[in-house]
C-alpha cells in the first residue's frame, strides 16, 4: 500500500500563485508514476500534470504553462506549481501515484479556491 498527504491548498486571488506538495510513504519502492488530478464541483475529475521517475512530464491541455510538476524521489515527494491562477482552477486537488503494477493510489484531496 501507499499513502499520500497532500498540503499547501487554499485561497488565492486570481493571477496568484500556490505551491501543492504531496509526500508518499507505505510501499513507495513500487511507486512509477506520481501526480495530480483536480475536481470541480459538478465536473469530472481530470488530469492536471503526472511525472515519472525518470522525469518525464504530461500536463492536462488547460494548464498552457501556467503549473509546472517536479518530483523528489529522495523526499518521496512530488510538487506541484501553479501560477497565474483563474477562477476556473477552483477544485479539490488529489495527488495520485501508481505504481509498477498498475495499483492506483489516491490522496484526501487538498482545496484550491481562486478568488478576489
Known amino acids: 500500500q501507499v499513502h499520500l498527504v497532500e498540503s499547501g491548498g487554499g485561497l488565492v486571488q486570481p493571477g496568484g500563485s500556490l505551491r501543492l506538495s504531496c509526500v508518499a510513504s507505505?510501499?513507495?519502492?513500487?511507486?512509477?508514476?506520481m501526480g495530480w488530478y483536480r475536481q470541480a464541483p459538478g465536473k469530472q475529475r481530470e488530469l492536471v500534470a503526472l511525472?515519472?521517475?525518470?522525469?518525464?512530464?504530461n500536463y492536462g491541455d488547460f494548464v498552457k504553462g501556467r503549473f509546472t510538476i517536479s518530483r523528489d524521489n529522495a523526499k518521496n515527494a512530488v510538487y506541484l506549481q501553479m501560477n497565474s491562477l483563474e477562477s476556473e482552477d477552483t477544485a479539490v486537488y488529489s495527488c495520485?501515484?501508481?505504481?509498477?503494477?498498475?495499483?492506483?493510489?489516491w490522496g484526501q484531496g487538498t482545496q484550491v479556491t481562486v478568488s478576489s
Open positions: 507505505g510501499m513507495i519502492f513500487s511507486i512509477n508514476v
Open positions: 495520485h501515484a501508481r505504481d509498477v503494477r498498475g495499483s492506483r493510489y
Open positions: 511525472i515519472t521517475g525518470g522525469g518525464s512530464t
